[in-house]
């Protein structure tokens, strides 16, 4: 019987989601399952994610995305930005109680936390109600004390240089 344990990828550094992408390309490799639900990532007018187009062709996992196509930021919440996390919340607790998947990523769920989108005894409550041995991977930047001090591992990945901080900007194919 496996154990199903909690993970967090957070800190200011770029490469939680790619981490977290990466675990689940691992897993797939091993016959697990894998879905990923994405907050504040999506919208039809967003950038078309490499890794998004890469996880298609994976049959064993899977990707939902609950965000707008704007950046939100912590003054300018709408109402439709609150529907659709919340609408991702709801989805969060089917994929994790029916433990169809071995492996569930929460992207960027610390961040709808620390925006105050989502509350975190609600977060807590997702992760005891999930099914036994369902592994869960948290990321975002700026993890909450409470959910480090239950996580099973939590990597804090520091940024030291950026290329943006040099005027460069995204670039297809490595950074989106």
Same mark, same amino acid.
């Given at each position: 019987?496996?154990?199903?344990?909690?993970?967090?990828?957070?800190?200011?550094?770029? @490469? %939680?989601?790619? =981490?977290?992408?990466?675990?689940?390309?691992?897993?797939?490799? &091993?016959?697990?399952?894998?879905?990923?639900?994405?907050?504040? %990532?999506?919208?039809?007018? +967003?950038?078309?994610?490499? /890794?998004?187009?890469?996880?298609?062709?994976?049959?064993?996992?899977?990707?939902?995305? +609950? @965000?707008?196509?704007?950046?939100?930021?912590?003054? %300018?919440?709408? =109402?439709?930005? &609150?529907?659709?996390?919340?609408?991702?919340?709801?989805?969060?607790?089917?994929?994790?109680?029916?433990?169809?998947?071995?492996?569930?990523? $929460?992207?960027?769920?610390?961040?709808?936390? *620390? $925006?105050?989108?989502?509350?975190?005894?609600?977060?807590?409550?997702?992760? %005891?109600?999930?099914?036994?041995?369902?592994?869960?991977?948290?990321?975002?930047?700026?993890?909450? &004390?409470?959910?480090?001090?239950?996580?099973?591992?939590?990597?804090?990945?520091?940024?030291? *240089?950026?290329? +943006?901080?040099?005027?460069?900007?995204?670039? *297809?194919?490595? /950074?989106?």
């Amino acid at each position: 019987m496996r154990t199903g344990l909690i993970q967090i990828y957070t800190g200011n550094g770029k @490469g %939680k989601t790619t =981490a977290a992408i990466g675990l689940g390309v691992r897993a797939v490799g &091993q016959g697990l399952r894998v879905h990923m639900i994405q907050f504040l %990532k999506g919208g039809d007018n +967003f950038p078309q994610y490499g /890794e998004i187009t890469s996880i298609k062709r994976l049959s064993q996992f899977t990707v939902e995305q +609950f @965000g707008l196509p704007h950046f939100v930021y912590p003054n %300018k919440i709408s =109402a439709e930005d &609150q529907r659709i996390i919340d609408t991702g919340i709801m989805r969060a607790r089917q994929v994790l109680i029916a433990g169809e998947h071995d492996l569930v990523i $929460l992207d960027e769920i610390n961040v709808v936390l *620390k $925006l105050g989108l989502v509350k975190l005894p609600v977060v807590l409550e997702l992760l %005891k109600q999930r099914r036994k041995g369902v592994e869960v991977v948290l990321t975002g930047r700026d993890a909450l &004390q409470e959910l480090i001090d239950i996580a099973d591992l939590v990597s804090n990945i520091t940024e030291i *240089k950026h290329p +943006f901080t040099k005027g460069i900007p995204a670039r *297809k194919g490595i /950074e989106f």
